[in-house]
């Protein structure tokens, strides 16, 4: 039997040149929030899950109590990441944002890298219903006081279907005051592209805690034990040392390479995604009009994406100095529309 890649490990990219952004903006990168990142808010089963979860680590207490549709499940909070994203996404462009959104859910489907199928869209509303029933309840010490918070992740979903058919249009969310307040102050952090195709939910986990723990540390270590608490593991920490170990062997974990010694484990970052970014926001700056002259030149084409290309190409080219950005950019999109005009 013949090694198995790290691709293989991998769920497939299924939308690679999708029209993700909805805000219509170039940098609506993945963020999450870092609160859940740090915590376990979420289910890690694939089945419903109907337990009252508590959790407590220095000094902070969380109780996640489930609807009767059970808890809040990982592969839910791509909805609240796909939210984040766009928010995140329209500050940085300089506009204006409140709790309320209004998404199409084809659009969260291919953000989040998941078939489009009609069962995925009723999978979606199941996800509303568990992110509107999950309440979190939390004891944060504040001096000599004790404050409890009681909130829901989502306050309300509405969703919009045809008569005739059912086919849902769109779906109009209300996020909790928690998770905007989280997204207004900007605590959130940017996720690999890759973290929605990891196959497993204690992976994404793995990894949410990896990049929050680890950060751009050359490497961070914590014992088997405290990442399982960390983790929400309901299993055993045999069965849990084994799922980890496939993350060693596979070495397929965005960011960071993960090894195990004696019930310690090691993270340790591979310089990936920041290093790219830096060299990024070197990237000669273009106009907005430039953009909206791209759209002509290459009619069929998300120029935003375009733009992605063209400033990979310009790094992988060890970033030459570029006397007029506009046009150079503008000649690559009407090169491409040429010679492929269709996607």
């Known amino acids: 039997m013949g090694k198995v890649t790290k691709n293989e490990k991998l769920l497939p990219v299924r939308h690679p040149q999708a029209d993700l952004f909805i805000c219509d903006v170039a940098d609506a990168v993945i963020k999450d929030d870092m609160a859940s990142m740090e915590h376990p808010f979420y289910s890690l089963a694939k089945k419903p899950d109907l337990t009252i979860r508590e959790y407590e ?13 059970g808890l809040a499940t990982i592969y839910d909070k791509d909805i609240l990441i796909y939210c984040t994203s766009q928010l995140i996404a329209k ?17 969260v489907l291919q953000f989040c890298n998941r078939r489009t199928g ?20 939390t004891n944060i010490p504040t001096g000599d006081e004790v404050i409890t918070e009681i909130f829901t992740l989502i306050d309300k979903a ?11 249009q769109e779906v109009r969310i209300t996020l909790g005051d928690w998770v905007f307040n989280a997204i207004e102050a900007q605590e959130v952090l940017t996720l690999h592209s890759d973290y929605f195709r990891l196959k497993r939910p204690l992976e994404r986990r793995v990894y949410e805690i990896a990049r929050k723990h680890c950060g751009k540390q050359t490497e961070w270590k914590v014992s088997m034990e405290l990442l399982k608490k960390k ?3 309901r299993g055993t920490l045999f069965e849990f040392r084994r799922l980890l170990s496939d ?20 993270f340790r970052n591979r310089e990936t995604w920041w290093k790219t970014q830096e060299d990024k926001s070197q990237a000669p700056t273009l106009s907005t009009e430039t953009f909206n002259d791209a759209k002509i030149v290459a009619p069929s084409y998300d120029v935003y994406w375009l733009y992605e290309e063209w400033i990979d190409m310009w790094v992988n080219t060890g970033k030459p100095h570029i006397d007029y950005p506009d046009k150079a950019f503008l000649g690559f999109c009407k090169r491409r529309y040429e010679k492929k005009p269709t996607p």
């Open 57 to 69: 680590h220095s000094g902070k207490k969380i109780r996640v109590t489930p609807s009767v549709k």
């Open 91 to 107: 500050m940085n462009n300089g506009e204006k944002i409140g709790n309320e959104l209004l998404i199409v859910p084809k659009d």
């Open 118 to 137: 009609g069962r995925e869209y009723e999978l979606l509303i199941d996800a509303l219903e568990r992110l509107t029933g999950t309440m979190i309840t």
């Open 158 to 168: 509405k969703v919009r279907r045809t008569e005739k058919t059912g086919r849902i």
């Open 231 to 233: 983790c929400g593991s």
């Open 247 to 266: 993350l060693v062997t596979g070495n397929h974990l965005p960011d960071y390479s993960v090894d195990v010694a004696d019930d310690q484990v090691t």
